[in-house]
């Protein structure tokens, strides 16, 4: 019997791609990841200077107190680095990127099941653009993700990750006090006060 042979797939070896630092953002890219976002239900993904992020001791007491996913989540604290760790970290970035996904289902604050379900789409479809940013030179591009890891029912912390290569911080485990990064862009966003009411979503991926 003749030994079968598994070819790997070919690269293309005619498209070389550098890594690149602080070189920002193109338009051509943008439209891409854009293009790709929309398949997981993102809205609009642009650019901004990461001097626009603020970061806030107090963000973290709201995680600390009254959040359910406080030392049960590896996306959340203490698992996810302190407050002068991220500081170390923005100061090693010039850009990044906002994206943003919207639900306005009547029954959004109501139905947990399906509000998974979308979290799931739009964790995967972060950690895709942060793997299609890597794909593009960005070797630093790292997301931090809206809400808190749902891939799993319910978290395996503290034992073992179960989908590690996936797992990344949330934006508010960074101390991020989104509001006032959203207000420092040019967005005002207001207190939902209805239950129709639209719910967005905004993570964001550290780039260069
Ligand atoms: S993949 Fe599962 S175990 Fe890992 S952080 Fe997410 S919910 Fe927790």
């Not at 293309?12 to 920002?24: A, L, N, P, V, Y």
């Not at 034992?159 to 006032?180: N, Q």
């Not at 959203?182 to 966003?189: A, F, M, S, Y």
Request: glycine letters at 6%; hydrophobic letters at 35%; a positive charge.
């Amino acid at each position: 019997m003749r030994n079968k042979i598994a070819y790997l797939p070919r690269i293309d070896q005619k498209r070389t791609i550098s890594f690149r630092c602080h070189e920002g953002i193109s338009e051509q890219t943008l439209g891409l990841l854009n293009e790709k976002g929309r398949q997981y239900g993102l809205e609009a993904i642009f650019p901004f200077d990461i001097r626009k992020i603020d970061v806030a001791q107090w963000v973290n007491l709201k995680c600390r107190y009254g959040c359910s996913q406080y030392k049960a989540n590896w996306s959340c604290p203490p698992a996810t680095p302190d407050i002068n760790e991220v500081r170390t970290i923005l100061s090693e970035y010039s850009t990044a990127l906002m994206l943003v996904g919207s639900q306005n289902r009547s029954d959004f604050y109501k139905d947990s099941n399906r509000n998974r379900t979308d979290q799931v789409k739009y964790w995967k479809g972060t950690v895709s653009l942060e793997r299609m940013l890597f794909l593009e030179g960005y070797d630093k591009a790292i997301s931090l993700v809206s809400g808190a890891c749902s891939l799993c029912k319910k978290c395996a912390y503290p034992r073992a990750c179960r989908f590690p290569a996936e797992k990344r911080p949330t934006v508010e485990s960074f101390g991020i006090d989104l509001i006032g990064t959203l207000k420092n862009l040019g967005i005002e966003i207001k207190v939902a006060m209805e239950l129709n009411e639209t719910f967005k979503y905004y993570s964001i991926i550290l780039l260069d």
